[in-house]
């Protein structure tokens, strides 16, 4: 199994900045894919962002792709999202997200951080 940790939530104004982290511990060998998911009130879980483990690919959501960046420490085995020029719609609770075959839905997640972006 592996366990997540979720930090660097926070309230922010509109165009701030937040960074979140998300540190990994247990059977960290067996990770092959991070992501981040967020889930705003009212709404179903949306994708984020994904960084490959070993290559450190990269893809990103339409909705977020320029403004945030996905970026991982393997030593630390620790993702982070950089999260630029916020808005009030990015407004959710932010989930970190593990998976052990690079095709599939993650099978761990962290317990979520919450992002609030005041306009």
């Known amino acids: 199994q592996v366990q997540l940790v979720e930090s660097g939530g926070g309230l922010v104004q509109a165009g701030g900045s937040l960074k979140l982290s998300c540190a990994a511990s247990g059977r960290t060998f067996s990770i092959v894919r991070m992501d981040w998911f967020r889930q705003a009130p009212g709404k179903e879980r949306e994708f984020v962002a994904s960084v490959t483990w070993s290559g450190g690919a990269t893809y990103y959501a339409g909705s977020v792709k320029g403004r945030f960046t996905i970026s991982r420490d393997n030593a630390k085995n620790t993702v982070y999202l950089q999260m630029n020029s916020l808005k009030p719609e990015d407004t959710a609770v932010y989930y970190c997200?593990?998976?052990?075959?690079?095709?599939?839905?993650?099978?761990?997640w962290g317990q979520g951080t919450q992002v609030t972006v005041s306009s």
């Open positions: 997200a593990a998976s052990a075959v690079i095709t599939n839905p993650p099978t761990s």
